[in-house]
Protein backbone atom coordinates (compact mmCIF):
# COMPACT_ATOMS: atom_id res chain seq x y z
CA UNK A 1 0.00 0.00 0.00
CA UNK A 2 1.71 3.32 -1.38
CA UNK A 3 0.87 6.42 1.57
CA UNK A 4 0.07 9.43 -0.38
CA UNK A 5 -0.18 12.96 1.85
CA UNK A 6 -1.31 16.38 -0.16
CA UNK A 7 -0.74 19.90 1.43
CA UNK A 8 -0.63 23.22 0.29
CA UNK A 9 -4.27 24.13 -0.39
CA UNK A 10 -5.66 27.02 0.67
CA UNK A 11 -8.05 30.24 -0.10
CA UNK A 12 -7.23 32.35 -2.61
CA UNK A 13 -8.37 35.12 -4.73
CA UNK A 14 -9.41 34.38 -8.98
CA UNK A 15 -5.83 35.10 -10.46
CA UNK A 16 -3.88 33.92 -7.89
CA UNK A 17 -1.35 31.05 -7.60
CA UNK A 18 -1.45 27.63 -5.32
CA UNK A 19 1.21 24.58 -5.37
CA UNK A 20 0.10 21.78 -4.36
CA UNK A 21 2.24 18.80 -3.02
CA UNK A 22 1.77 14.94 -2.30
CA UNK A 23 4.57 12.73 -0.70
CA UNK A 24 4.78 9.51 -1.41
CA UNK A 25 6.21 6.64 0.45
CA UNK A 26 7.26 4.79 -2.79
CA UNK A 27 7.66 5.92 -6.56
CA UNK A 28 5.79 4.57 -9.02
CA UNK A 29 5.84 5.41 -12.66
CA UNK A 30 2.19 7.05 -13.49
CA UNK A 31 1.18 9.94 -10.21
CA UNK A 32 -1.88 11.76 -11.48
CA UNK A 33 -3.97 14.85 -9.91
CA UNK A 34 -7.69 14.78 -9.22
CA UNK A 35 -10.16 17.02 -7.81
CA UNK A 36 -13.90 17.10 -7.18
CA UNK A 37 -16.34 19.78 -6.14
CA UNK A 38 -19.23 19.42 -4.51
CA UNK A 39 -21.62 16.83 -6.40
CA UNK A 40 -19.39 16.37 -9.56
CA UNK A 41 -17.54 13.22 -10.54
CA UNK A 42 -13.76 13.31 -9.59
CA UNK A 43 -12.05 14.19 -12.56
CA UNK A 44 -7.89 13.72 -13.34
CA UNK A 45 -6.74 17.48 -14.34
CA UNK A 46 -2.80 16.27 -14.41
CA UNK A 47 -0.63 13.03 -14.84
CA UNK A 48 2.81 12.26 -14.94
CA UNK A 49 4.88 9.19 -16.73
CA UNK A 50 7.93 9.58 -14.80
CA UNK A 51 9.67 6.78 -16.63
CA UNK A 52 9.58 9.22 -19.86
CA UNK A 53 8.95 12.77 -17.60
CA UNK A 54 5.45 12.87 -19.76
CA UNK A 55 2.78 15.36 -18.89
CA UNK A 56 -1.11 15.07 -19.61
CA UNK A 57 -3.51 17.97 -18.97
CA UNK A 58 -7.42 18.13 -18.58
CA UNK A 59 -8.16 20.96 -21.46
CA UNK A 60 -9.50 23.57 -18.52
CA UNK A 61 -6.52 23.52 -16.70
CA UNK A 62 -3.82 23.24 -19.61
CA UNK A 63 -1.31 25.96 -20.05
CA UNK A 64 -2.24 26.98 -15.99
CA UNK A 65 -1.41 24.16 -14.32
CA UNK A 66 2.22 22.33 -14.18
CA UNK A 67 2.18 18.98 -12.68
CA UNK A 68 6.04 17.84 -11.24
CA UNK A 69 7.56 15.52 -9.22
CA UNK A 70 11.01 15.93 -7.10
CA UNK A 71 12.23 11.96 -6.72
CA UNK A 72 15.24 13.14 -4.32
CA UNK A 73 11.88 14.49 -1.82
CA UNK A 74 9.48 11.57 -2.97
CA UNK A 75 6.87 14.65 -3.71
CA UNK A 76 4.56 15.50 -6.58
CA UNK A 77 3.66 19.03 -7.19
CA UNK A 78 0.68 21.21 -9.06
CA UNK A 79 1.35 24.82 -9.64
CA UNK A 80 -2.14 26.51 -10.45
CA UNK A 81 -1.67 29.74 -11.40
CA UNK A 82 -4.35 32.14 -12.66
CA UNK A 83 -6.75 30.29 -10.49
CA UNK A 84 -10.49 30.91 -10.94
CA UNK A 85 -13.89 29.99 -9.04
CA UNK A 86 -14.34 26.74 -10.91
CA UNK A 87 -10.77 25.22 -9.80
CA UNK A 88 -12.72 25.09 -6.62
CA UNK A 89 -12.39 21.08 -5.28
CA UNK A 90 -11.22 18.56 -3.14
CA UNK A 91 -7.55 18.05 -4.93
CA UNK A 92 -6.30 14.22 -4.80
CA UNK A 93 -3.06 12.81 -5.40
CA UNK A 94 -3.08 9.29 -7.06
CA UNK A 95 -0.41 6.93 -8.31
CA UNK A 96 -0.01 3.60 -10.13
CA UNK A 97 2.59 1.55 -11.60
CA UNK A 98 2.07 1.13 -15.80
CA UNK A 99 3.39 -0.69 -18.45
CA UNK A 100 3.71 2.46 -20.94
CA UNK A 101 2.98 6.10 -21.13
CA UNK A 102 -0.54 5.21 -22.98
CA UNK A 103 -1.88 3.57 -20.35
CA UNK A 104 -1.08 6.57 -17.95
CA UNK A 105 -2.38 8.83 -20.61
CA UNK A 106 -6.18 6.54 -20.68
CA UNK A 107 -6.02 6.43 -17.09
CA UNK A 108 -8.64 9.35 -16.70
CA UNK A 109 -10.99 7.44 -14.34
CA UNK A 110 -10.76 7.22 -10.35
CA UNK A 111 -11.07 3.33 -10.79
CA UNK A 112 -7.93 3.59 -12.55
CA UNK A 113 -5.58 4.02 -9.65
CA UNK A 114 -5.47 2.17 -6.82
CA UNK A 115 -3.39 4.74 -4.03
CA UNK A 116 -5.07 7.80 -3.39
CA UNK A 117 -4.40 10.37 -0.71
CA UNK A 118 -7.02 12.51 1.30
CA UNK A 119 -6.92 15.19 -0.41
CA UNK A 120 -6.59 19.07 -0.04
CA UNK A 121 -8.91 21.54 0.01
CA UNK A 122 -8.57 24.83 -2.53
CA UNK A 123 -11.38 27.29 -2.53
CA UNK A 124 -10.98 30.11 -5.45
CA UNK A 125 -13.13 33.22 -4.37
CA UNK A 126 -14.32 35.65 -7.21
Known amino acids: QVELVESGGGSVQAGGSLKLSCKYS?????MAWFRQAPGNERERVAA????????YYTDSVRGRFTASHDNAKDTLYLQMNSLQPEDTAMYYC??????????????????????WGRGTQVTVSS
Open 94 to 115: ATDNVRSDTYCYTAWRQADFPN
Open 26 to 30: AFQNC
Open 48 to 55: IYTSADRT
